[in-house]
């Protein structure tokens, strides 16, 4: 099983707490996503934290909002992450929560793709997720005050993108 780690920043008009400045966004205050994804996309865990904080710092919180009962750790799980999770501490949280970390540095699956025939990149399934919830104008802009409502906004974004991947009617 592939697993799969990426975070996402949403501007905040209106939201004060786990908000901080956006690097990108002129200071504005804005959220961060961070979402584990399975290996076809589906959201496994998701927390939220000010814009202005480092990637690599929400990963233990990250692996501990995982929301199912995870099966004994087998060898050979694997998480994939970006060169923003290339520090020991990241590689030390997942060896213990019993992942092995794939990270891969910015141009490097560019090149694979264009160098190995049939390679896939493993990280576009984390963005395709983002971009799914993404398409739920409640979460594209936070408007909630609390971050309570906000996270149970993000919940019930992810149980339905789960439900659709099912394949099942409506």
């Known amino acids: 099983m592939a697993v799969h780690r990426r975070r996402n920043e949403q501007s905040s008009p209106v939201g004060v707490k786990k908000t901080g400045a956006n690097p990108t966004d002129r200071g504005k205050k804005g959220v961060k996503r961070s979402l584990l994804t399975e290996a076809k996309g589906i959201p496994i865990s998701v927390i939220i934290e000010g814009a202005n904080r480092n990637d690599f710092k929400l990963i233990r919180q990250t692996f501990d909002a995982i929301q199912i009962q995870r ?29 092995t970390a794939h990270i891969r540095c910015r141009g490097e699956e560019a090149q694979k793709i264009k160098t190995e025939a049939g390679f896939r990149a493993r990280r576009w399934v984390v963005e395709r997720t983002h971009s799914w919830m993404n398409r739920f104008r409640r979460i594209l802009v936070r408007w909630e005050k609390l971050p309570e409502t906000y996270i149970a906004m993000l919940h019930l974004t992810c149980g339905i993108i789960t439900w659709r991947a099912t394949g099942l009617p409506k």
């Open 71 to 99: 099966p004994v750790p087998m060898t050979g799980c694997g998480v994939c992450m970006d060169k923003g999770y290339d520090f020991p501490e990241v590689r030390q949280i997942a060896k213990e929560f019993g992942f």
